[in-house]
């Protein structure tokens, strides 16, 4: 098998084996500097092939290699889709190595790295190839930057011998207290929370050839992936004593939340442009991309227009109704918009991610500061600013609009005749804890970020950060399910939806609804009669353990079997496992946990015979790779339609198949140090 990291500098154990005709011209008039200084004590040599066919890269130097990189700039995108397609179209998997090497250091890096992820996470030959978390890849977009200035030290003045010691990451760095959106710093700036969407957004590109592009109901899941965003940063806002995002749904008035990053960007070494308080959004026309306020509205109005007519219009005028199954797909790949599966994309245009580039461009949107793109610009970057989920709160309105003109579930889409739910509980793993109170903390935890990191030349792969982020304690569910009737099978859906808001006011079913976090789904056997179901925190369908975020790449790290490779692999998609819960907060904040059982005859889907990947375990928001969504109903059932009863205790009271429980998550202000 492959080593992880086609790179010459690595950990110092491994180096590439190059043809004289290839890695750039500048190594190749150094190669006897260059091969003393990443040869020595090499362990491993990777011979590369000459490449059959040398591409021109002419296509890519229209973003240069300083130059930042945006999916959401339509040039870059269609840069990104004609390298992805290179990559993709490599006959076999020596040639494929051979293309990366010769294309790495001569297209910008950034770029490279999101083209060759994408040609890695979808070539059936890289199937084992574990990809590094990006997190450890570009250390600067997620890591306040004068933990770098250690960093060096570490590296470069501490020797092999020396005893390193773990590089310090602040917490709160963005912003004072005076700020209110700084409550939520821990959560917007979290290296877990980034590194998913990151990798959301590789696993669901809108860019490349259309196998990689046209995904299994991947509209819907860019709904619902973001909706449960939504759904847990407004929550985690009640925890915090804040109010709901507000949407932002009029780009002509001044931007109140302002943000300074701080981070440096991987390829000029800057820091990423602040956006200042009472920011006014402008048109944007610099020399890589034009976009107009006006034209966003316009998209904007002809989509809402198509959701009160309850269809879209394709580009031959032909209507296509927005019914309750695809309704919701055909929206998704519209609004983001995924432009080869947009119904109409003259039409309906690019709202979702030309407003990224209007607020990411807001400090220069016609470039006479020289200034590149804000953290809005790049997915790897755009959940740190609080104006993400205020966009994106916007677009959920959109999609949310449409689910609330659907009639609401009836009996018959809710029922599972003969199953009922007669007990449920959460409970923290020790004998002595009290059912139904959950527990947070803080915890310091460490991550190798040598990856990224290219200083000191007696460098030997690792430098360990240590960083503070939200911890949960474990805890298991137990549920008793009676079936009165034969064996069947069930999907268990646990959600919890908030009970009250910031001032403590109670929240009608239609609120808790749009709030409800989903914790967990699978599938269970029911025999007849009583059943007990228990189900550990931390098997949840939504989220990775902190582990798969973090894999161990340095040189220590030796990759047991060919499984645990194929685990890393589309390890990188799912929520943080130390995120699942809520803050909560001091005194215990009130949850309902609901539980419900759907008929599996229902919500089974025939899946193709393609092998199983090891990976795919946060299946609720990044699916299944090359294969079908596992849940035949639409995402977010059965809270993503409004239901027919007054309140939950109503709803749970109607159907036998659910059950709710008061939950309490109790926020205790203690660091446990893992580091
Ligand atoms: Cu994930 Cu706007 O889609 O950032």
């Known amino acids: 098998p492959l080593e992880p990291a086609f790179t010459t500098r690595d950990s110092g154990k491994t180096v590439l084996e190059l043809p004289d005709s290839f890695y750039t011209d500048r190594y190749r008039n150094d190669t006897e500097e260059v091969g003393n200084r990443f040869s020595k004590d090499v362990d491993l040599k990777i011979p590369i092939q000459e490449l059959s066919n040398v591409p021109s890269l002419e296509f890519t130097k229209k973003i240069g290699l300083k130059n930042q990189f945006s999916l959401f700039n339509n040039r870059h995108r269609e840069i990104a889709s004609e390298l992805i397609t290179l990559f993709m179209g490599a006959p076999n998997l020596r040639q494929f190595v051979s293309l990366c090497v010769y294309t790495k250091d001569r297209v910008n890096p950034v770029l490279f790295q999101y083209a060759y992820a994408v040609a890695v996470a979808h070539r059936p030959d890289t199937r084992e190839v574990p990809l590094t978390n990006i997190s450890q890849i570009f250390p600067s977009n997620f890591v306040e930057p004068s933990a770098f200035r250690d960093a060096r030290q570490e590296a470069s003045v501490i020797g092999e011998s020396g005893a390193r010691v773990h590089v310090d990451i602040p917490q709160n760095y963005t912003a004072s207290d005076r700020e209110d959106e700084q409550r939520l710093a821990y959560f917007r700036e979290d290296i877990g929370v980034n590194s998913h969407h990151w990798h959301w957004h590789l696993v669901y590109p809108t860019t490349g050839p259309t196998e990689v592009v046209n995904k299994d109901r991947r509209g819907e899941l860019f709904y619902y992936m973001h909706h449960q965003i939504l759904a847990r940063y407004n929550v985690e806002r009640f925890c915090n004593n804040l109010k709901k995002v507000q949407p932002l749904n009029n780009l002509r008035v001044e931007v109140p939340e302002g943000y300074f990053p701080k981070i440096l960007s991987s390829t000029n070494n800057r820091t990423y442009p602040a956006r200042v308080t009472n920011q006014k959004l402008r048109d944007v026309d610099r020399h890589d991309g034009r976009v107009e306020i006006s034209d966003v509205e316009r998209w904007r109005d002809r989509v809402l227009a198509a959701i009160d007519q309850g269809y879209v219009e394709d580009t031959s005028g032909n209507r296509i109704a927005l019914d309750e199954i695809r309704g919701i797909d055909i929206l998704g790949n519209m609004i983001e918009a995924t432009p080869v599966l947009s119904i109409n994309y003259n039409f309906y245009g690019n709202l979702h991610n030309e407003g990224h580039n209007i607020i990411s461009f807001a400090h220069d949107p016609d470039y006479r500061h ?233 919500d089974s889907v025939e899946q193709p015979k393609t092998p199983n990947d090891a990976c795919s375990t946060a299946y609720s928001f990044c699916g299944l790779k090359d294969k079908l969504y596992p849940d035949r109903r639409t995402m977010g059932y059965p809270f993503d339609r409004r239901l027919p009863n007054a309140n939950l205790t109503e709803l749970v009271g109607a159907f036998g198949n659910m059950a709710k429980t008061d939950l309490r998550i109790v926020f205790n202000d203690r660091v446990i140090d893992k580091a």
């Open 370 to 602: 020289l200034e590149e793109f804000g953290v809005m610009g790049d997915v790897t970057t755009a959940m740190r600013d609080p104006i993400f989920y205020r966009w994106h709160g916007f677009i959920d309105t959109v999609f949310n609009k449409f689910k609330t003109r659907l009639n609401p579930y009836n009996a018959g889409e809710l029922n599972f005749d003969g199953i009922t739910v007669d007990y449920i509980e959460a409970k923290i793993g020790k004998s002595n804890t009290k059912a139904n109170t959950l527990l947070t903390y803080w915890q310091k935890s460490s991550a190798d970020l040598a990856a990224g990191l290219d200083f000191g030349p007696s460098a030997d792969g690792n430098i360990f950060a240590s960083f503070t982020h939200l911890q949960n304690a474990p805890f298991t569910y137990t549920f008793n399910v009676t079936n009165n009737g034969a064996r069947r099978t069930g999907t268990c859906r646990i959600f919890i939806c908030p009970k009250v808001d910031e001032r403590n006011q109670a929240l009608n079913l239609e609120e808790q609804r749009l709030l409800a976090i989903e914790m967990d789904k699978f599938t269970v056997d029911l025999v007849p009669g009583e059943n007990t179901i228990r189900r550990q925190s931390t098997e949840s369908s939504v989220a990775i353990p902190f582990e798969r975020s973090f894999r161990p790449v340095g040189a220590d790290y030796q990759p047991k079997a060919a499984d645990e490779l194929a685990r890393f692999k589309f390890c990188g998609c799912g929520w943080p496992q130390h995120l699942l819960l809520p803050k909560g907060n001091a005194q215990g904040m009130l949850f309902d946990l609901f539980v419900m059982i759907s008929d599996y005859s229902q």
